[in-house]
Nanobody, 114 residues
Framework: VQLQASGGGVVQPGGSLRLSCAVS????????MEWFRQAPGNPRELVAR???????HYGDLVQGRFTITRDNAKQTAYLQMNDLKPEDTANYYC?????????RGQGTQVTVSS
């Protein structure tokens, strides 16, 4: 299983970005796709997760601003980030949770700065 994250960049406060995480390899009937973020000196933080059934969960700091979706046909999860704030600056990476274990992709940097 391999994960490929993309979509990061530099954006001004109040702006938007959409991250993508494409999964290749063996898939499972039930799985969970997650986005985490980590800024230097800070602990890892769960941003959002979505199950293969479409159930979602968001971290408190992004609730109402971020939306996680998935396209099972494309084996891809998306994270739409709106109203970005400087404190959203971090390395964002996706994690694929399966009955066989977790698989983590490389990160994509998001920088929110004026």
């Amino acid at each position: 299983v391999q994960l490929q994250a993309s979509g990061g960049g530099v954006v001004q406060p109040g702006g938007s970005l959409r991250l993508s995480c494409a999964v290749s390899g063996t898939l499972f009937d039930f799985d969970v796709m997650e986005w985490f973020r980590q800024a230097p000196g800070n602990p890892r933080e769960l941003v959002a997760r979505i199950t293969s059934y479409g159930s979602t969960h968001y971290g408190d700091l992004v609730q109402g601003r971020f939306t996680i979706t998935r396209d099972n046909a494309k084996q891809t999860a998306y994270l739409q980030m709106n109203d970005l704030k400087p404190e959203d600056t971090a390395n964002y990476y996706c994690n694929y949770r399966t009955p066989k274990g977790d698989y983590r992709g490389q990160g994509t940097q998001v920088t929110v700065s004026s």
